[in-house]
């Protein structure tokens, strides 16, 4: 069975930064890509960061470019988002998602955590 969750979400201030992690369990890890998307009120679900298990390879949408840094830990079978200099428009939840590295759809995904960022 496979099992993606999220932790790490919260309040923080414009300007300041969180770490999302998400615990992945079920997976071939290998065979397969994960990424971050997130939801705000009122919108459709947005594209943020995406990875492969091994960490080479890297894409970030341009909202979040320079700011926000997608990472994973294959021992621990987690994967990160790393978010830093933050704005009130990364207001969301942010869930994790993962597909196999040979398709387009992300098959899986967490049940998401809110972000909230202040003015």
């Known amino acids: 069975q496979v099992q993606l969750v999220e932790s790490g979400g919260g309040l923080v201030q414009a300007g300041g930064s969180l770490r999302l992690s998400c615990a992945a369990s079920?997976?071939?890890?290998?065979?397969?890509?994960m990424g971050w998307f997130r939801q705000a009120p009122g919108k459709e679900r947005e594209f943020v960061a995406a990875?492969?298990?091994?960490?080479?390879?890297?894409n970030y949408a341009d909202s979040v470019k320079g700011r926000f840094t997608i990472s994973t830990d294959s021992a621990k079978q987690t994967g990160y988002l790393h978010m830093n200099s933050m704005k009130p428009e990364d207001t969301a939840v942010y869930y994790c998602?993962?597909?196999?590295?040979?398709?387009?759809?992300?098959?899986?995904w967490g049940q998401g955590t809110q972000v909230t960022v202040s003015s």
């Open positions: 079920g997976l071939p890890f290998s065979d397969y890509r």
């Open positions: 998602a993962a597909r196999r590295a040979d398709v387009s759809d992300y098959r899986y």
């Open positions: 990875i492969s298990w091994r960490g080479d390879d890297t």
